[in-house]
């Protein structure tokens, strides 16, 4: 981990870009992190993720990209910008996709280019619940376990796709990854009520 945070500082940076937004000075979607601080960290921690690696996620990626090292002020610009749900910094090794599933095919093919150059980064791609149970999240898997590819897969469940039940989606009892944890996968639960599915909850829902 190139840059420490804590839970509390995490929770200050989207309280403040929740301001910012409800304030009119974001003219472009935002998509809010709560209640999955500490998992982040640990997970952060126990993979020790570093700058050589590589982590990609979807359009809520805000945590991801202050835990990979991407500077508060560098990452506040960006989502001025309105990049907020596809927030890409090659620098640091991040990239965010805002389309549903479109960092599993990057993430795979990354790690796909590491193991031919022989290097030694190692790529971690981060998927809600609703996109883990999609076909392009299984073919991802699955190629890179068969294949040997440096990639880990997490899996964050918050029970919810946009403002939609995963379970009843599918008509599940349970997430398809639902308590794994091996070389590719790892699964956690967390409640995500804090925040609208997009906005802040005062200016406007997307």
């Not at 990854?177 to 091996?182: C, D, P, R, S």
Request: glycine residues 10%; proline residues 3%; contains cysteine.
């Amino acid at each position: 981990m190139t840059q420490k945070h804590t839970i509390d500082s995490l929770v200050a940076f989207e309280t403040k870009i929740a301001a910012i937004f409800d304030s009119g000075q974001i003219r472009a979607p935002i998509h809010l992190h709560a209640g999955n601080e500490q998992q982040l960290i640990d997970i952060f921690d126990r993979f020790k993720i570093g700058p050589e690696d590589w982590v990609l996620s979807s359009w809520r990626s805000h945590y991801h990209c202050l835990l990979k090292g991407v500077p508060p002020e560098e990452l506040t610009k960006a989502i001025l910008q309105g990049r907020s749900i596809s927030l890409c910094f090659a620098k640091y090794h991040v990239l965010n996709s805002g389309i549903v599933g479109g960092q599993l095919p990057i993430a795979t093919g990354i790690a796909l280019g590491i193991k031919r150059r022989g290097g030694s980064g190692r790529v971690f791609c981060f998927m809600g619940d609703m996109t883990a149970e999609t076909g392009i999240a299984h073919e991802s898997i699955k190629y890179a376990t068969n294949h040997g590819l440096p990639v880990h897969f997490i899996v964050e469940d918050n029970g919810k796709s946009v403002c939609t039940d995963t379970k009843a989606s599918w008509a599940l009892r349970k997430s398809s990854f639902a308590g794994m944890e091996n070389d590719y996968v790892t699964y956690y639960q967390y409640n995500f009520d804090k925040y609208p599915h997009a906005g802040a909850g005062e200016r406007v829902q997307f």
